[in-house]
Nanobody, 126 residues
Framework: QVQLVESGGGLVQAGGSLRLSCAVSGRTFNNYAVGWFRQAPGKEREGISCIERNANTTWYSDSVKGRFTMSRDSAKKAVYLHMNNLKSEDTAVYYC???????????????????WGQGTQVTVSS
């Protein structure tokens, strides 16, 4: 069983930055792809970034490309989402997910993940 716990959310002004963290416990961290998703009120869950298990390929949605950077640290068994130039439309609950299937793009878009965290709220004030 894999457990994921997100942290780092909060309230930030537009144009500001935040770093989200996701601590992963359970099965071997290096064996699976991970991803970040978000869900705004009244909207469907959106895949924003997914990374392969070997970190060679990372996919970003158009809505965050150039502003967000995803990374993973195998030694710490953690996944990070560095968010810069935040906009009001980035306000959402952010989730990390583990053990994705398929290409990084398909696993983010469908989504195809076996394990999910509880989420952390990010609120961007304009």
């Amino acid at each position: 069983q894999v457990q994921l716990v997100e942290s780092g959310g909060g309230l930030v002004q537009a144009g500001g930055s935040l770093r989200l963290s996701c601590a992963v416990s359970g099965r071997t961290f290096n064996n699976y792809a991970v991803g970040w998703f978000r869900q705004a009120p009244g909207k469907e869950r959106e895949g924003i970034s997914c990374i392969e298990r070997n970190a060679n390929t990372t996919w970003y949605s158009d809505s965050v490309k150039g502003r967000f950077t995803m990374s993973r640290d195998s030694a710490k068994k953690a996944v990070y989402l560095h968010m810069n130039n935040l906009k009001s439309e980035d306000t959402a609950v952010y989730y990390c997910a583990a053990q994705g299937w398929g290409t990084v793009e398909s696993m983010c878009k469908l989504p195809l993940f076996d394990y999910w965290g509880q989420g952390t709220q990010v609120t961007v004030s304009s």
